[in-house]
């Protein structure tokens, strides 16, 4: 079964990071990436552009709005996303537990894809 593994974190602390910092960062990514690929799980995976790159698309009424930015303020905000194939949510959650972003106190939402 493929489960999206969506990663929450505070954005302003990731750009606040120092390139030491944001590169140590990186090579924890990779690192993840590549476990995931020895256990045969990965199938997609990248980070997403800051919040203030969204656009939200939103029916009003009659009308649909076009809005800059992200559809919430929030504390942590949405910044990537793995696509895993496993056998059970058991190995997603596996896989969800060691994402880095857990280690520095993000958090990961697991969520099964719908074959349609």
Same mark, same amino acid.
């Given at each position: 079964? =493929?489960?999206?593994?969506? *990663?929450?974190? %505070?954005?302003?602390?990731?750009?606040?990071?120092?390139?030491?910092?944001?590169?140590?960062?990186?090579?924890?990514?990779? !690192?993840?990436?590549?476990?995931? #690929? @020895? !256990? $045969?799980?990965? =199938?997609?995976?990248?980070?997403?552009?800051?919040?203030?790159?969204?656009? #939200?698309? &939103?029916?009003?009424? @009659? %009308?649909?709005l076009t809005i800059d930015g992200p559809f919430a303020e929030t504390k942590e905000q949405l $910044? $990537?996303?793995? *696509?895993?194939?496993? +056998?059970?949510? %058991?190995?997603?959650? @596996? +896989? +969800? !537990? &060691?994402?880095?972003?857990?280690?520095?106190? $993000?958090?990961? @939402?697991? &969520?099964? *894809?719908? %074959?349609?």
């Amino acid at each position: 079964m =493929r489960y999206m593994l969506l *990663i929450y974190g %505070d954005e302003q602390a990731f750009a606040g990071m120092g390139p030491e910092e944001m590169t140590e960062t990186f090579k924890e990514y990779a !690192k993840y990436s590549d476990w995931l #690929t @020895e !256990k $045969g799980w990965l =199938r997609a995976g990248d980070p997403l552009a800051d919040t203030d790159k969204a656009t #939200t698309i &939103r029916k009003q009424g @009659e %009308d649909v709005l076009t809005i800059d930015g992200p559809f919430a303020e929030t504390k942590e905000q949405l $910044g $990537g996303y793995y *696509i895993v194939e496993c +056998a059970n949510l %058991d190995e997603a959650i @596996e +896989a +969800a !537990k &060691r994402l880095p972003t857990v280690q520095a106190g $993000g958090s990961v @939402e697991v &969520r099964p *894809i719908v %074959d349609m």
